[in-house]
């Protein structure tokens, strides 16, 4: 329908039966839309949200971090026990092919995430666990693909500058930086990336801690 057809169709509701029309159509809509669309926000404050979306803002869902721990917890025991390369009533066919989008969406909420809040830290270490999973992928087949960073569509390196920047955001000391070099050459690099371009990320980053 179109926005006219729209306002022609609710004319005929009194502000009960609107009531009930927006509940009605809250529930249909998939959680993750409603949260990308930050629907929640329009419901509960309908003139601030338009006057931010007219300002060019844009608006920022909440994140559940409890629902995207979990998600993220059985996506990773999922990949590992192959459940995305092989047939598996856990990931149905048409899901595993998902895989790419599943992380990236992963990886933006949780670099949504500031690091000095309440769950920043933890949200760090799911990032660890998605980037040394697609390390793995590198060396073993865990999903359909030869390159998982060019899959998700990043560079290894630049995947790694992220990491390391929220590990020194936390904390700069002898063990955060012992972490990044652990992470460096203790991960598989994919065939574009090698340790010395990994190691030119680090430097970079050193650099600008003195």
């Not at 092989?86 to 092919?97: E, F, G, L």
């Not at 998700?152 to 929220?166: C, H």
């Amino acid at each position: 329908m179109k926005v006219s057809e729209v306002n022609v169709a609710t004319k005929r509701y009194d502000e009960a039966h609107l009531q009930k029309l927006v509940k009605e159509m809250y529930k249909r809509i998939p959680k993750k839309v409603r949260d990308e669309k930050g629907i929640d926000d329009l419901i509960t404050d309908m003139d601030q949200f338009l006057a931010q979306i007219k300002q060019g803002k844009k608006v920022a869902p909440e994140i559940d971090f409890l629902v995207l721990k979990a998600e993220v917890d059985q996506f990773i025991a999922d990949a590992e026990e192959l459940y995305y390369i092989t047939p598996s009533r856990h990931v149905s066919k048409k899901q595993r092919p998902k895989w790419r989008f599943m992380v990236k969406g992963y990886l933006k909420d949780i670099a949504a995430i500031p690091v000095d809040e309440p769950n920043g830290h933890e949200a760090t270490e799911f990032f660890v666990s998605l980037y040394e999973l697609l390390c793995e992928e590198c060396e073993i087949y865990l999903f359909k693909t030869e390159n998982p960073f060019a899959s998700i569509g990043m560079e290894q390196k630049n995947l790694y500058g992220q990491l390391i920047e929220r590990i020194f955001n936390q904390e700069i000391s002898r063990g955060s930086i012992k972490r990044a070099l652990q992470i460096l050459f203790e991960d598989d690099t994919n065939v574009d990336e090698s340790v010395s371009y990994m190691s030119q990320v680090l430097l970079e980053h050193l650099k600008m801690l003195t």
